[in-house]
């Protein structure tokens, strides 16, 4: 009788260890990142509508910035940027900030929230390729098959009938996407050397500041279609600084510190399956059935490379 109550106790200990509050916040937390983030396509499509794109992302980035900054100097006061570091924290702006949201919200502008939010799957997929390019890594055979069926997932996301028609909007703002993407995957190995040395917070903040710095003079040749814009547009560019930009990496990042990276991972490859829904239910836009299979192809792209990441994991182990 003991020994059963015993392991009743143990169970009940384990279940509680499992459901602890700290785990489930860190869960909330990420349900909370891959909504916010995969709402933030229909956010971009709603504010360049009214908002030059360039423009909105400086307006965005400018907010961002300020709300980083103040929160970077309460938190930690004392952390510097070394001066032999300025290149590689500007060069991370630029792709990570200035150049990936040019791209971001002008493919948003031309194609749409449903479509944009399929291409951002591919991202794990570039990178692997740049990896192996620039830093020499390894491609497995497992690797090798997951960019392969990547490559047609993106292929049939990106073109939406299996052809490539060049005269298309959407195409142009499709391959939009996939140069944000690029960028995006150059930008995580700029930072590659300097997340060893500084926290996530001082990385974003600075990165996000330089970024911003930089969309300045881009914006400038938008000038002539400066005008007054609605709350709603306002509306949608507070929402994506203070809640995709600012509160989206916080979050994340409390997440990241308590949850498994493969756990953490699962969650942001359903930001996809957000934004194609609320682009359906926001903006009523349509996604024909070849793009979401092209969809899903890019998602057991990324199963296949995760679940080899974490079959080396636990042989380490």
């Not at 360039?54 to 300020?66: E, N």
């Not at 709350?231 to 560019?237: H, S, Y």
């Not at 682009?279 to 990324?302: D, F, N, R, W």
Request: aromatic share 12%; net charge positive; with cysteine.
């Amino acid at each position: 009788m003991k020994r059963v109550l015993d392991k009743e106790m143990q169970e009940s200990s384990g279940l509680t260890s499992f459901l602890s509050k700290e785990q489930l916040h860190a869960n909330l937390a990420m349900v909370a990142v891959i909504i916010f983030w995969g709402i933030s396509y229909v956010s971009i499509k709603v504010a360049v509508n009214e908002i030059p794109p360039i423009t909105m992302g400086l307006i965005r980035f400018a907010i961002a910035s300020l709300t980083l900054g103040i929160i970077l100097r309460r938190v930690e006061p004392q952390t510097r940027l070394a001066k032999s570091d300025m290149p590689k924290m500007l060069l991370g702006g630029i792709f990570g900030i200035t150049i990936y949201f040019i791209f971001e919200n002008i493919g948003v502008q031309l194609s749409t929230a449903t479509n944009a939010s399929l291409i951002v799957s591919v991202v794990p997929i570039i990178t692997i390729i740049l990896d192996a390019l620039f830093f020499q890594s390894r491609i497995s055979f497992m690797k090798l098959s997951g960019v392969t069926i990547a490559v047609l997932g993106s292929y049939l996301a990106v073109t939406g009938n299996g052809k490539v028609e060049l005269n298309s909007t959407h195409f142009h703002g499709n391959i939009l996407m996939i140069c944000a993407m690029l960028s995006w995957a150059l930008f995580t190995l700029v930072n590659k050397s300097l997340q060893q040395k500084y926290s996530g917070l001082f990385l974003t903040t600075y990165q996000t500041i330089f970024g911003t710095l930089c969309f300045i003079p881009f914006s400038l040749f938008e000038y002539k279609d400066w005008k007054l814009f609605s709350l709603t547009a306002l509306g949608n560019i507070l929402f994506l600084a203070f809640f995709c930009s600012v509160g989206g990496y916080l979050l994340y990042t409390y997440a990241l510190k308590r949850l498994d990276v493969a756990l953490t991972t699962i969650y942001l490859n359903l930001i996809p399956v957000v934004g194609v829904l609320s682009g359906y239910l926001i903006l009523k836009e349509s996604v024909l059935p070849i793009q979401l299979i092209g969809g899903l192809i890019t998602l057991l792209a990324i199963v296949i490379v995760n679940f080899e990441l974490i079959t080396q994991r636990h042989r380490r182990q």
